[in-house]
Nanobody
Framework: EVQLVESGGGLVQAGGSLRLSCAASGFSFDDYGIGWFRQAPGKEREGVSAIHGTYGTTYYADSVKGRFTISSDNAKNTVYLQMNSLKPEDTAVYYC????????????????????WGQGTQVTVSS
């Protein structure tokens, strides 16, 4: 059974940092990449960052470039999202999801290409 479980969310002041974790099971990182998405109240879910399972290629939305870093520990089947210099506009529920590795490029930040999703973790950045 495919499972994706996010953790690490919380409340942080603007300028602070958080590290989110996505623990994956039921599939191989040889076959799937992992993406992080977020959804703020009243807004559509948007792609934040993603990593190719085999090559480790990373992708970032313009809004988080230079502040967020995605990484993968394949031995632990876990993907991390290190979020630095957080802003109030980063407040959202953050989700991870898996995407078949035959996608490439910015397809990795398109929600419709993802198969399974985690339940989400809340990130709140206070001003």
């Amino acid at each position: 059974e495919v499972q994706l479980v996010e953790s690490g969310g919380g409340l942080v002041q603007a300028g602070g940092s958080l590290r989110l974790s996505c623990a994956a099971s039921g599939f191989s990182f040889d076959d799937y990449g992992i993406g992080w998405f977020r959804q703020a109240p009243g807004k559509e879910r948007e792609g934040v960052s993603a990593i190719h399972g085999t090559y480790g290629t990373t992708y970032y939305a313009d809004s988080v470039k230079g502040r967020f870093t995605i990484s993968s520990d394949n031995a632990k089947n876990t993907v991390y999202l290190q979020m630095n210099s957080l802003k109030p506009e980063d407040t959202a529920v953050y989700y991870c999801a898996n995407i078949p590795i035959y996608y490439s490029g910015m397809y990795f930040l398109e929600e419709k290409n993802y198969d399974r999703w985690g339940q989400g973790t809340q990130v709140t950045v206070s001003s």
